[in-house]
């Protein structure tokens, strides 16, 4: 019986008939792979948003000294500052290598999004919060003018890192007085 049921793909026809038919599955599979994919990554609605407009507003020019020169054109959501007052509350002394944990934990207990954030990699942080949480790119090339509670992503050939921007400096894992020395990724903000 073991036999017969080899006989079959011993026949040169139906051997190159077997490869024929099975030899597209990796593409179908594939291609269904992809579109799974590219579903999962579709942006969040705007009323899945948690910002909300009633209780924005613009900054008054006390307020705009300290938050930076970038948060006077953009009505600022005030959980901003919060999501960086519980940052430093819950920094470590040292860094831990977790700062995009940190910094999603932070965001999380603002309200500044409604769930947490799944993306592995920190420079990743920019484009998950704008496509799924409303956040906006400010058009800030140094991390210093960044408002305060802006988060600041920077790149490299590793996971990257980001930050939130303090009154005295930034805050992840760590505090630190000075920006982190990577290539800035952009600076970003939950505003209308």
């Known amino acids: 019986m073991i036999a017969s049921s080899r006989a079959p793909l ?4 139906i051997r190159l008939l077997f490869r024929a038919k099975f030899h597209a599955m990796p593409r179908f599979f594939s291609l269904l ?3 799974v994919l590219l579903t999962a990554f579709v942006p969040a609605r705007a009323k899945d948003s948690l910002f909300d407009n009633k209780t924005a507003r613009k900054l008054t020019a006390e307020e705009q000294k300290r938050f930076g020169p970038q948060s006077g054109e953009l009505k600022y959501d005030a959980r901003m500052r919060r999501a960086a007052e519980i940052a430093i509350r819950r920094a470590q002394p040292k860094m831990t290598w977790y700062c995009w944990r940190y910094v999603k934990d932070a965001l999380l207990a603002a309200h500044l999004v409604s769930s947490r954030p799944t993306s592995a990699y920190a420079k990743q942080a920019g484009t998950e ?5 409303g956040f906006k790119k400010l058009n800030v090339s140094d991390p210093r003018k960044a408002p305060i509670g802006a988060v600041v992503v920077y790149g490299g050939d590793d996971a990257g890192h980001v930050e939130l921007r303090t009154a005295t ?3 992840s894992d760590f505090i630190s007085p000075t920006p982190y020395p990577r290539p800035l990724v ?5 505003a209308s």
């Open 33 to 35: 792979l992809l579109l």
């Open 186 to 190: 952009g600076v970003f903000v939950k």
């Open 129 to 133: 919060l704008v496509q799924k949480f």
């Open 169 to 171: 400096g930034f805050v």
């Open 10 to 13: 011993t026949n040169p026809r």
